[in-house]
């Protein structure tokens, strides 16, 4: 049923119910997805997947990432009662689906697709493999090192500091308002995903959050591509440093149950990191795995 059908049929019965009741139902027709403004024209989307930046300027809307195709066209249709202005610019922070599939809800509205060279070309290995490249739209430009252009007062900047969750990484950073999107190049709190299909290296990937942190400064306010459950999405460059040395102790701890003669069996029996008890979620396997594996092809 239409939820507004649905409000104005249960209105006369909605003041019979108790306050309890009330609370309930109102919960339920709770939006799925969040919207949280930083500024007034900067803000960030979240629903299913990595989280969503967007800057509303005078020149047109830009958007960075898109989840998946529903939560796209969710994220199209609260952008459009904001504003008019066309949609100017969609950047992904990187290949995955959880960012790139909703890509397809801006095909026809917006003017151009921005992502790293090496994004593109994994997501057209990945769509090739699973035979879904109809599903896709991928950008129209790419670039290498550093890419920068003025949208009104604000100017963004993408960086490409190397390989680190894949070898596509770009952080966004909205240099007026001093925003950065990292993208999946910071888990807050949760066991990362390492692509090592798309040329992920977490030894990089320490120095990547380096030269993050001292390209920006201590007053940059940071969006993370996931957080665990109960940490925020957003942070500071204090969040990214915590990052650098989880990452760090995952090899060093890889390193060192390899010297004891462990097989890479043996070793993936972990269940746990000594001494790094903050990073929740799902497999802290996957990033000794990867951790492993690197180690054992240096
Ligand atoms: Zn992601
Ligand atoms: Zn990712």
Redesign the pocket.
């Known amino acids: 049923m239409h939820r507004r059908t649905f409000l104005q049929n249960t209105a006369l019965t909605f003041s019979a119910l108790t306050l309890a009741q009330q609370n309930l139902f109102s919960n339920w027709f709770e939006d799925p997805w969040k919207i949280k403004m930083f500024t007034d024209s900067i803000g960030i989307f979240s629903e299913r997947g ?1 989280t969503i930046a967007f800057l509303l300027s005078k020149k047109g809307i830009v958007v960075v990432d898109a989840q998946f195709p529903d939560q796209s066209k969710h994220l199209i249709t609260e952008l459009r009662k904001k504003s008019e202005k066309p949609f100017k610019l969609l950047i992904n922070t ?1 290949h ?1 689906g ?2 790139t599939a909703g890509n397809i809800s801006f095909k026809g509205i917006v003017e151009h697709v921005l992502a790293h060279e090496n994004s593109l070309k994994n997501q057209k290995n990945v769509a090739v493999a699973a035979k879904s490249e109809d599903k896709q739209l991928y950008p129209d430009q790419t670039f290498g090192i550093d890419w920068c252009q003025k949208f009104g007062k604000e100017k963004i900047c993408l960086h490409y500091f190397g390989a680190g ?2 070898d596509g990484d770009a952080m966004i950073h909205f240099q007026h308002a001093n925003i950065v999107h990292t993208g ?1 190049l910071m888990f807050n709190r949760r066991h990362p ?1 390492v ?1 090592r299909s798309a040329g992920a290296n977490m030894k990089s990937w320490i120095e990547v959050i380096g030269k993050a942190t001292t390209t920006f400064d201590n007053n940059t306010q940071y969006v993370f ?1 996931h957080a665990a459950d109960g940490y925020d999405v957003t942070g500071k460059a204090d969040d990214l440093k915590k990052f650098a040395e989880y990452l760090d102790a995952v090899l060093k701890f890889a390193e060192s149950e390899m010297k004891t003669g462990k097989t890479k069996e043996e070793f993936l029996k972990n269940t746990a990191l000594p001494g790094v008890s903050e990073w929740k979620g799902d497999g802290i396997n996957r990033p000794l795995q990867a951790a492993w594996e690197e180690l054992a092809t240096k």
């Open positions: 990595g990187h995955h959880d960012h969750h894949t999946d995903f692509d591509g």
